[in-house]
């Protein structure tokens, strides 16, 4: 099985920052696309940013310039580095990996979840 666990989240002011993490663990062939993603309380969750296996990025438009995602391919581990937060930035954000066990078998993941709040 796979397991995703994410860590880094927490209570901030605004203008501060966080760095998330997400460890990947388990029978694993390859880990294509990584990313983020956040649900605020009454919203839907949302694409934040992805992250191809060969290092190119997609985000959405009100974390650019703000957020950085990255990877260790040797650790199975991505990264969410969020500066500048903001209150509307306050959300549950969840680690997502689109992997294959071995060639022609993929699958999605999702990690639990780590909360972020930022205060005004």
């Known amino acids: 099985q796979v397991q995703l666990v994410e860590s880094g989240g927490g209570l901030v002011q605004a203008g501060g920052s966080l760095r998330l993490s997400c460890i990947v663990s388990?029978?694993?062939?390859?880990?294509?696309?990584m990313g983020w993603y956040r649900q605020a309380p009454g919203k839907q969750r949302e694409l934040v940013a992805t992250?191809?296996?060969?290092?190119?990025?997609v985000y959405v438009d009100s974390v650019k310039g703000r957020f950085t995602i990255s990877r260790d391919n040797a650790k199975n581990t991505v990264y969410l580095q969020m500066n500048s937060l903001k209150p509307e930035d306050t959300a549950v954000y969840y680690c997502?990996?689109?992997?294959?066990?071995?060639?022609?078998?993929?699958?999605?993941?999702w990690g639990p979840g780590t909360q972020v709040t930022v205060s005004s």
């Open positions: 388990g029978i694993i062939f390859s880990i294509n696309d």
């Open positions: 997502n990996i689109d992997y294959q066990v071995r060639i022609g078998h993929s699958f999605a993941s």
């Open positions: 992250i191809t296996s060969g290092g190119d990025t």
